[in-house]
């Protein structure tokens, strides 16, 4: 019995330990975000003056396929040129560097911010909450790291890229339906609006088994069906009685749309994709800080 009570100590400090990081990191959060912001918009401004003009290889007759457009101003060995939307952007070495660490480095943060939530469990449902959104939000980075990483090493393995290409694009399907998990599960709803439980991982489902058949046939489609997802069960989210953390929930909405513009700007800003793979993350650790704040320790 007094080995069980030590061992509580240690867990509850390790908790404390843990919760006093959370306030640390969301104010480091805020000031991060801030220079991300500036940071990318100078980016954006000087890409306009320094690209240079574009220029082809030597011995490049045609642009398409297997031919590398390189611009040679300032951002030439960071930066390839822009591709037509059909085809897929070849990030530099540097750039699939950063995709890999943008994303790696949140791994482990993300498995252990899953496991805070789900030892603060008091009940079953926060419980259950607390796997559904640790598994959605440690997915999406272990998927993506893993294609970025396939992308830029084993890269001519055309059908293993394709794949691990497949897994990242459906984790981000996962991981909206996990997002928003804690709140529907956890807060008062609806009559009606209760059914949004279940219905968001019909739609995690209907949109991975689009991927399955029509990966990256109709892009916009896939992004029309990101945006559709992230933003239609906001609607539910808003009618919930209880409003505490939809401020935080906005905010971490906002990284997202912002960060979908450097989604689409392969090739026009250097390491553009990387930049995204930030705002995910900023996203991602707003909504993580709401979902600890006001569904796990409320009252602190
Ligand atoms: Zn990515």
Redo the contacts with the bound molecule.
Sequence with gaps: MAEFSSILVVFSSILVVFSSIQVVFSSIQVVFSSILVVFSSILVVCSRFMNGRVQQYPGCVQQYPGCVQQYPGVFSRFMNGRVPSSKRYRPTDYEHAA?CAT?GLWIIPSLVGGSVLYFLSVDQWQAAAAWLYGAGLSGLFIS?TL??TVAWKIRHLRIVEQRFHMC?RMAIYFFIAASYTPWLMLRELGPWSCHMRWIIWIMAVIGSTYVFYFHERYKLVELLGYVAMGAGPALVILSMADTAGLCELAVGGIFYVVGVAFFKSDGVVPFA?AI??LFVAMGAATHYYAIWRHLYTPGH
């Design positions: 995709n994303h993506s294609f970025h990242d994709h995204w793979h």
